[in-house]
């Protein structure tokens, strides 16, 4: 197990179409699980093996990262009520149907710290495969439907930005190349061995 480090916007691995997965092997169940842990150390909720610069079609979503659904009914329901139930991992997912329109303000752990705005579908259906190469198809509502293509779209080399004005996206840019600059690797390193 290990965490992976997320690419930042615009990292080219972020614009890298996936392949989709040939072999359902042990190499796949351990990126399955290097990308849950990386995920939980952001404190994100939706991963593409893309951002960890791995170009395969491979999804992780938790919907409830902190385990709050069990003590809170309502969020239960919540979750219940989308479709979710519980983390799972998403392997050559393929768009079914799509119905519905709703915004809903996304952020990305490629790009730390922005939320705008992205019109999705309201509830998708995928047909998929998990880990051990067994094929299932998810219908999605709401947020766990805005995850699911929230992350297909990694897959494909887009990120949400991409879905806002050019002037928005410039500015973010700056934002993410001042971010660049403050966690350098020199920085990182001089920090753990002062
Ligand atoms: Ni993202």
Redesign the pocket.
């Known amino acids: 197990m290990a965490v992976r480090k997320i690419r930042i916007w615009p990292d080219p691995a972020l614009k890298e179409v996936a392949k989709k997965v040939q072999t359902f092997n042990a190499e796949l169940k351990s990126l399955v699980t290097d990308m849950f842990e990386t995920m939980y150390k952001a404190n994100g909720v939706?991963?593409?093996a893309t951002?960890v610069a791995v170009p395969l079609r491979v999804i992780t979503i938790d919907l409830d990262p902190n385990g709050q659904a069990k003590d809170e009914p309502d969020l239960k329901a919540d979750l219940d009520s989308m479709g979710y139930k519980g983390p799972i991992a998403i392997i050559n997912p393929e768009l079914v149907a799509a119905e519905g329109e709703l915004i809903w303000s996304e952020?990305?752990?490629?790009?730390p710290g922005i939320n705008d705005e992205v019109e999705r579908h309201e509830t998708v259906t995928i047909k998929a495969f998990d880990p051990d190469g067994k094929v299932f198809t998810l219908t999605a509502h709401n947020l766990f439907a805005v995850a699911i293509q929230?992350?297909m779209d990694?897959l494909e080399g887009r990120?949400?930005v991409e879905y806002l004005s050019k002037l928005k996206r410039d500015v973010i840019r700056r934002k993410m190349e001042r971010l660049k600059v403050e966690s350098t690797d020199d920085g990182v390193e001089a920090a753990q061995i002062v």
């Not at 952020?107 to 790009?111: D, Q, T």
């Open positions: 939706g991963l593409a951002q952020g990305c752990l490629s790009v929230h992350e990694h990120v949400f």
